[in-house]
Nanobody, 115 residues
Framework: QVQLVESGGGLVQAGGSLRLSCAAS????????MGWYRQAPGKQRELVES???????TYADYVKGRFTISRDNAKNTVYLQMNSLKPEDTAVYYC?????????WGQGTQVTVSS
């Protein structure tokens, strides 16, 4: 059984920073993809930033220069450093991973940015 456990969400003022963490546990083997999605109220879930085999990353335009994804392979953990946060970044952030061809999701962590 694979589990993704997120942490690091919370309430922050505009311009502030948060760091999200997502640790994968269980029968993992090789993780080919890890990423962060977010879903704001009334909106579809969208990809924020991802990292695949090696260190190839993709990111949404609206986080360019503000968010950075990184991965610790030894700990099976992915991080999302979020700087210069804006109220429109308010959402539930979900960690995702592709492990042995199967897509897994974390439970989500709330990020709220006040103006």
């Amino acid at each position: 059984q694979v589990q993704l456990v997120e942490s690091g969400g919370g309430l922050v003022q505009a311009g502030g920073s948060l760091r999200l963490s997502c640790a994968a546990s269980g029968s993992i083997g090789s993780i080919t993809f890890m990423g962060w999605y977010r879903q704001a109220p009334g909106k579809q879930r969208e990809l924020v930033e991802s990292i695949i085999v090696g260190s190839i990353t993709t990111y949404a335009d609206y986080v360019k220069g503000r968010f950075t994804i990184s991965r610790d392979n030894a700990k099976n953990t992915v991080y999302l450093q979020m700087n210069s946060l804006k109220p429109e970044d308010t959402a539930v952030y979900y960690c995702a991973a592709i492990i042995r061809g199967t897509y897994y999701w974390g439970q989500g962590t709330q990020v709220t940015v006040s103006s």
